[in-house]
């Protein structure tokens, strides 16, 4: 490396670590700018110096503005950083950000990182990342974990979105959605896989008929006989 492009990392670095913010009105933009003009030749030097970084916070910020320029051959390298960060949130933001640009060699890892987040909030923020770019071998692992996350509202999320990757999990998902107890998520998930899976409306309609709160059952039948208003009367005989 030429000591130009030592200077360059190394300034990136410092703005990263808030050493050097104050001479930088937009410290976020002049990451950015910094990592744009970093060639794949030095990249590897900045993802290792942003690994000296003690604060995770900002540790976490410089990873999220990297990974947007690092080639595949240095996800892993990307990904090992993440593992190392302890703040649950942080970890989470950056492995979000992981998510599309994972190749399929690295989704085990990344969906086992996941998995490991205890936070179900931030854990959720990654599954549904990384749902649309989990290949078949893999959606069973994750469905089995989302099926594992208590909180309803998070459970809906992750089941939700790997439903929309993969149709054939749809009638499992459902299934699983029949036994949410919160009627207003339950309603919410299931507007969603109509949307985005309309061949399993007959069931969704099965589903309507046992809902109790009145307001989120009307909520439901609007949506449904908006998507298809063949379907209306078939829906109003559900809710009777």
Known sequence: MTLPEICQVYSWFAIVTRELFLPFPHPVKSQVALADKLSSSFLLEALEAV?????????????????????????LEALES????????????????????????LLPEALKTAR?????????????????????????????TAINIEDERFRTQVLVALADKEPQLSLEVLETLKYTWDEEFLVQALAVLADKQPQLLPEILKVLGNIKNE??????????????????????????
């Open 51 to 75: 690994g000296f970084i003690k604060n995770e916070k900002f540790r976490a910020q410089a990873l999220v503005v990297l990974v947007d320029k690092l080639p595949s051959s240095f996800l």
């Open 82 to 105: 993440v593992e190392s960060i302890e703040n649950i949130k942080f970890r989470a933001e950056v492995l979000a950000a992981l998510a599309d640009k994972l190749p399929s060699a």
């Open 116 to 144: 490991n987040i205890k936070d179900e909030k931030f854990g959720t923020q990654v599954l549904v990342a990384l749902a649309d770019k989990l290949p078949s071998a893999l959606l069973p692992e994750a469905l089995k």
């Open 215 to 240: 307001e989120f059952k009307t909520q439901l039948l609007v949506t449904l006989a908006n998507k298809e208003p063949q379907l209306l009367p078939e829906a109003l005989k559900a809710v009777r």
